[in-house]
Each structure stands twice: as structure tokens, then as C-alpha cells.
């Protein structure tokens, strides 16, 4: 088989250990040899060395976990690094379980069987860190909201059924005041502010309950742990304004698409960074994201078209997205959504949405320019209004009516 790299290095790393396998040129035949080193900084300064005394060129290393990320970033300066997908390496066959994982990492590298996954530079990758932690942080938030709506369940009180935010101002407003150990309703119904001054009768039945000083306790402690979750979210947000000053101009066209807010703006750029060019097509851009279509076929026959896992911080962003866009007036992405639901679900239309608004942004970073949409009635226009015209007026027909079209404004 032809070797593409004449020196390589495959890594198997896990928590404790790091195994290296290397292959070089000896004489006539490849020359293999595995050392193992610690995983703490001394060992892989040592690995590096070694790496480099050995003349390597390009390493090839397994996305295990976080486990690989010392490593990667230690040599990512001094040789050319890949990351590889484990489904890539498990699709291509050979005695896996029988040698090192190492030495087998290292001979696909060798012989151009595997290709590298996207890793951002150092400026994409601390914005990652940054938002995905604020999006942990927000579901935090939300599953602690959860808990304390399920504790009011618990005493008999159906704040929630009556309140669209139990977090709002009238809302937070009464759980103080339980906390404090009021317990009369009409006291705790009568501390709603604004429009749900109107609801008076339906919050005293709803603050009807039993609850107790042990409630008191807890909900106490979830409601300080919400608050925690709002102020680090805040200082999350200002920091990474100040992180996005040098991609304002990216900021700035992603939000030109109709769904896209600035923080889904923010995820979507931190994902898939600022350097389009990593990604040759807008097809390639949604299939490493795992917004298209699977490609399965076997003796000839298609399997299902499930999408693969991709990137699930990008996915969920994309997806609040759609669902926005999806409910805009007039609009290309609302157009689309309404044509695929009725035949294929609400799942498969707003995953085509986000592979829509994936292929806008592709286009957009590689042109530099904001968002044009295509309007409302671009698949009308696409399909010929005489098409569409027949079509209508022959549905209106099998259903028993005469139909006389009249053009707008005519007498």
C-alpha cells in the first residue's frame, strides 16, 4: 500500500497514560516503535521531544473524551496534528483488536486512510469554552425552575397554571412572601402587579395549598441558586462581548437571517469559527455539522436518511433558530417550513431548516455579505404561477366547486 506521510506518529491516550507508536523510514521497510509516557505535563514534554528528535511530521491521535486536548495543544505548533473521528477509524477495516491502538492509528495516518476533524484555532476555541458553559448554565437554570415548580405541586399550589413565568415579577413577588411565611391567599394574590391584577379569583384558588416551613427551606434554596445562574450568565454574556470585538463583522451578518439572534449569532460562530474556507463547500459545512440527510446504501438499496450525531452545541442552536424562523411572516425559511410540514413532519422540516440556514451562512462568510432572502413566495414564483394556478383550480374542482379567476384590482 502507498505511504502518503513518510513520518508518523499514532497516540492512544487516555487519563493516566499516553502510548506512541511511530513509523519511519528504515532502509527499504517501515521501522515501528511504541513507547508509553505519563499524561501529566513532564511525560508529554517528553513525548515531544522524543516526537521531534524521531523527525516526526504529522501525528494522528483518537477524540477521546477531553483527554486529547493537552496533548494536541502541546504539539500543535511543532508538527502538523490530527484529530480523528473513531467512526472513521472503525470504518476502515483490519486487525484493530489484535495490534496497539497506537500502531494502528499511526498506519492509517500513514497511508492517507483517515482524514483530520475540525479543530478551531485558539481564538474559536476559547469562545467555545465560554459559550458552552453559558448554555450549561441557562439549562441549569431551567431544570432548577423545574424543581421549584414541582415543589409548589407538591403543596397543593398551581402557581404555575396561572402564571405564564413563575420567575416574573408578580410571581417572584409570592414566593417571597411564602418564604417569609405568609400564608393567607388573598394577601399573596393581592401582591400581582399589571395585567395579573385582573386574575385576582384564580390566584387565590391557585395559592390555596399546604405549605410548610420545610417547603419554605427549600424553595428558599432553589430560588438563591437561580439567582446564581442569572449572575454568572450576565458575567459570561459581558465577557464574551468583549471576546467577540475582533468577529463583530461575522456577528453582524448572522443576524441578518430571520430566526438568528445575536446569542444563537454567538454559538453558531463560535462553533464553526470564523475561517470558512476549512469547509470547501456548503455541503461539507452541513455534514460535518449533521444537518443533511444520511447517505446508507447496501447492494444497491438506500437505508435511512437519519442525520448523524455532528456537533450537538451548533444542532441546538440551529434548531431554536429554525423554530423562529419558522413562525416569521413572508419570508423564504417560513416558506420552506410550510411546504415540507404538511408531507414530512415538523422534525424533518425544521432540520431542513437548519441546513438551509447553515448553507446562508456558508455563502455569506465566504461572499462577506448579509443575509438576501428569497421572500415568501419564491416557491410559487419557482414553480410558474400558470403551474400553480392549474394546480389550485383543479383541487378546487375534484372538491364539487366552479371556479372564474379574476385578476386583483379588476372590476
Known sequence: MEVIHERVAGIDISKVDVKVCIRVPSG??????????????????????????????????????????????????????????????????????????SEWIAKLVEHGLVRPSFVPPEPIRQLRDVTRYRTEVVRERTRETQRLEKLLEDTGIKLSATVSNILGVSGRAMLEALIAGERDPRVLADLAR?????????????????????????????????????????RLSEHLEVMLQPFRRRIELLVTIPGVEARAAQVILAEIGADITRFPSAADLASWAGVCPGNYQSGGRSGGGKTRHGDPWLKAALGQAAVSASRTKDTYLAARYRRLVARRGKKRALVALEHSILTAVWHMFTHDTAYTDLGGHYFIERTGRARQTRRLVSQLNQLGYQVTLQTEGAA
Open 28 to 101: 527499504k521497510r517501515r521501522h515501528s516503535e511504541i513507547r508509553t509516557f505519563s499524561a501529566v505535563t513532564s511525560g508529554l514534554l517528553a513525548m515531544r521531544d522524543w516526537l521531534l528528535a524521531e523527525g516526526i511530521t504529522v501525528v494522528g491521535m483518537e477524540a477521546t473524551g477531553v483527554y486529547w486536548k493537552p496533548a494536541f495543544y502541546l504539539l500543535e505548533h511543532d508538527m502538523e496534528c490530527w484529530l480523528l473521528n473513531a467512526r472513521h477509524m472503525k470504518s476502515v477495516p483490519g486487525r484493530k483488536t489484535d495490534v496497539k491502538d
Open 194 to 234: 399589571g395585567s395579573m391584577r385582573r386574575k385576582t379569583d384564580a390566584l387565590i384558588e391557585a395559592l390555596t395549598g399546604a405549605f410548610t416551613a420545610h417547603h419554605a427551606f427549600l424553595a428558599r434554596a432553589m430560588l438563591d441558586r437561580i439567582d446564581a445562574c442569572t449572575a454568572t450568565e450576565t
